[in-house]
């Protein structure tokens, strides 16, 4: 059950998009359609912002948006926003019948 | 509103058991997976069990395999995880979240800290 890989950080100006990537292998990302992403603040609980790899909850804003290309997940933020520096975590379901989270990103928003 | 409300952290020993609960509201809670997730202090995010809606299907991360058993009571609305021979690294904020089949989890309790410590 190892993490998922993504990048450290990442870091945009207001109105730039970023994307954060997410790196598994055919048992978890590349073998099922069943990634998704979160926010979390400091101190808070997680955000569901996207489901099924490119699916958005409702109240989400379209600017989130998700996709998938073999074992790697990616997630994008177009019109970056104060409000969007936090840290973001992928999950998917894995062969195993378990869930795996990536490591996590730290968003700066410059 | 789906409201999911854990308690039941605190300081435990090392080697020492623990019983976690997770309160749910505004939502028909037998209909619903649902799954505890922890966080150490200044860690990520780590999935660590998940149930059914009718209690009939259970896994665990390999971590806690053999010391946590996760269980719920459809009837009180409650969710629960029992941790026995709790290690420091356990120590975290643990989290309870409704899940949607296999798929995601939508909404997240505020967590509650268990600490293992001598």
């Known amino acids: 059950q190892s993490a998922l890989t993504q990048p450290a950080s990442v870091s945009g100006s207001p109105g730039q998009s970023i994307t954060i990537s997410c790196t598994g292998t055919?048992?978890?990302?590349?073998?099922?359609?069943?990634v998704s992403w979160y926010q979390q603040h400091p101190g808070k609980a997680p955000k569901l912002m996207i489901y099924d790899v490119t699916d958005r909850p409702s109240g989400v804003s379209n600017r989130f948006s998700g996709s998938k290309s073999g074992n790697t997940a990616s997630l994008t933020i177009s019109g970056l926003q104060a409000e969007d520096e936090a840290d973001y975590y992928c999950r998917s379901y894995t062969t195993s019948s378990t869930w795996v989270f990536g490591g996590g990103t730290k968003l700066t928003v410059l | 509103e789906v409201q999911l409300v854990e308690s039941g952290g605190g300081l435990v020993q090392p080697g020492g058991s623990l019983r976690l609960s997770c309160a749910a509201s505004?939502?028909?809670?037998?209909?619903?997976?649902m799954n505890w997730v922890r966080q150490a202090p200044g860690k990520g995010l780590e999935w660590v069990s998940h149930i059914s809606s009718r209690g009939s299907t259970i896994y665990y991360a390999d971590s806690v395999k053999g010391r946590f058993t996760i269980s719920r009571d459809n009837a009180k609305n409650s969710l629960y995880l029992q941790m026995n021979s709790l290690r420091a690294e356990d120590t975290a904020v643990y989290y309870c979240?409704?899940?949607?089949?296999?798929?995601?989890?939508?909404?997240w309790g505020q967590g509650t800290l268990v600490t293992v410590s001598s």
């Open positions: 055919n048992s978890d990302v590349g073998g099922y359609n069943y």
């Open positions: 979240a409704r899940g949607w089949s296999l798929h995601y989890c939508d909404y």
């Open positions: 505004g939502l028909t809670f037998s209909s619903y997976s």
